[in-house]
């Protein structure tokens, strides 16, 4: 069983900054992707950001692209979400995810993903 364990979260004023971080239990699993989920009350689970942990090759909702920045320390076993220019559509819990299958190319559905963390709170402000 793989533990995923987000932080960072919190609120700030539309505009600001802040890095979400999700550290994995065991490094000996050998995710293929890593992603961020978010949800707000009332709306269904959106997609963030992906990254294909072994070419780094990313991607982004239209709705966060340009402002937020996902990446990954492999030494440190942790994934990151830079997430700046905060407007008050991006409070939600936001959820990290790793999956270890191959899918063809393409990106795995949030359904696909195996593993998922417990969540961290963004809020913002205006």
């Known amino acids: 069983q793989v533990h995923l364990v987000e932080s960072g979260g919190g609120s700030v004023q539309a505009g600001g900054s802040l890095r979400l971080s999700c550290t994995t239990s065991d490094n000996t699993y050998n995710s293929r992707y890593m992603g961020w989920f978010r949800q707000a009350p009332g709306k269904e689970r959106e997609a963030v950001a992906f990254i294909s942990t072994r070419d780094t090759y990313t991607y982004y909702a239209d709705s966060v692209r340009g402002r937020f920045t996902i990446s990954q320390d492999n030494a440190k076993d942790t994934l990151y979400l830079q997430m700046n220019s905060l407007k008050p559509d991006d409070t939600a819990m936001y959820y990290c995810?790793?999956?270890?299958?191959?899918?063809?190319?393409?990106?795995?559905?949030?359904?696909?993903?195996?593993?998922w963390g417990q969540g961290t709170q963004v809020t913002v402000s205006s």
């Open positions: 995810a790793a999956e270890a299958g191959y899918y063809g190319g393409r990106w795995p559905r949030a359904d696909e993903y195996s593993y």
